[in-house]
């Protein structure tokens, strides 16, 4: 085998052997290491989000409000989902990969809570679900993680119950709210989930579940003092214009960006500038002939 073949190959190896897996995940909040990772879609962003390093990619449900203009979550079904898992998984084949059950895919039973996380891990190829609720969904995390299947937990501000909260509302505000949270965090860890994740808590409630709880603890507009950080994709560069939550940073602006490409292809396009030579193809046979050709077609006509 040829040298250059031999080190694509091991390199190649080298790569898939730095996919994540929940251990590494112990092991980072055992040392200290803060997990980063961002919610994206589709096979293109992901590919950067593993060339930049990311830890982890959650295909979120936020899928409903970027990708698909719905006012929020609960129109996403779980083929949505799946789709957008198997892209996403194409563009980071190396990168631990988080499937987000969509509303519906897992209240009605514990039955179609297996079965809904078992059409993640076959045919979404993700490495963990994650799923929103505490002490409501605890015998659904349970059955899904004995069916060998890694759950992150999602509670605090869970947007598919934003009905049931009245809006996209910060839980644990005061003592009561607080415990309901600490409640919720304390049942989906004894369910066996093996991460939690806490959004739109103050950062006293995330520190609390933080310091409780043996297993990794991310938080999303949750304070710092947590195992690492999640955002939306769309928040972070500067895709999303309709809402940015106050807890979400913007680290470029891709929409500016694209507005301002977009804004000179029209101005190129109208005023005769694109495409310019270096944009064409090349007749490639006897353009003599090619031209006798044409001039007999034209001769020819019949329109
Ligand atoms: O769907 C999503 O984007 C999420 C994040 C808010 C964590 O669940």
Redesign the pocket.
Known sequence: MPIGCAYIILKEITAMAQKKTILDLVKMKETGEKAAWM?MYDACFASYAEEAGMDMI?V????GMIVYGYEG?VPVTMDMSIAHCQGVRRGAPNTYLIG?MPFGAYHASVGDAVHNAVRFMKEGGVDAI?L?GGVAVADKIEAIGKAGIVVFG?IGLT?QSSAAMGGFKVQGKNTATAKAVIDDAIAVYKAGARAL?L?GVPEEVCAFVHKILPIPVYG?GAGIQCDGQ?I?AADALGMYKNFTPKFAKKYCDIGEIATRGMKDYIEEVKGGRFPAPEHKYKFGGDIDEFRAFLEETEKNLDL
Do not use: A, N
Not at 60 to 63: E, I, L, V
């Open positions: 919610v959650l979120g449900d936020s899928m979550t987000d994650k929103e999602h947007p994740l959004e999303i999640v939306l």
